[in-house]
Nanobody
Framework: HVQLVESGGGLVQAGDSLRLACAAS????????AAWFRQAPGNEREFVAG????????FYANFVKDRFTISKVNAKNTLYLQMNSLKPEDTAVYYC?????????????????WGRGTQVTVSS
């Protein structure tokens, strides 16, 4: 069983940067895929970025447009999301997720484990 805890959210201004972290307890195996999702009020949860735990293959939502970077440190069992050039429309609760297979499927329903989320608010 894997537990995920996000941190690093906050209130920033448009154009600023933030780095989110997700600490995993329990062992994340090489056969896992981890990802970041976000959900704004009134919207469905949407995929942001994903990474395969062993190979480190990354995949992103189109709206990221080179502003966000997903990364991991296997030895720390920690996932990161570096967010640059933030926009007000990036305001959302950001969730860390993981699943016990290697898959680039971006549907939230395919992920087995979820954190509780961290709020990111970008003011204009």
């Amino acid at each position: 069983h894997v537990q995920l805890v996000e941190s690093g959210g906050g209130l920033v201004q448009a154009g600023d940067s933030l780095r989110l972290a997700c600490a995993a307890s329990g062992r994340i195996l090489g056969s896992y895929t981890a990802a970041w999702f976000r959900q704004a009020p009134g919207n469905e949860r949407e995929f942001v970025a994903g990474i395969t735990w062993n190979a480190g293959t990354t995949f992103y939502a189109n709206f990221v447009k080179d502003r966000f970077t997903i990364s991991k440190v296997n030895a720390k069992n920690t996932l990161y999301l570096q967010m640059n050039s933030l926009k007000p429309e990036d305001t959302a609760v950001y969730y860390c997720a993981a699943k016990a297979i290697i898959s680039s499927n971006t549907e939230a329903a395919t992920y087995d484990y979820w954190g509780r989320g961290t709020q990111v608010t970008v003011s204009s």
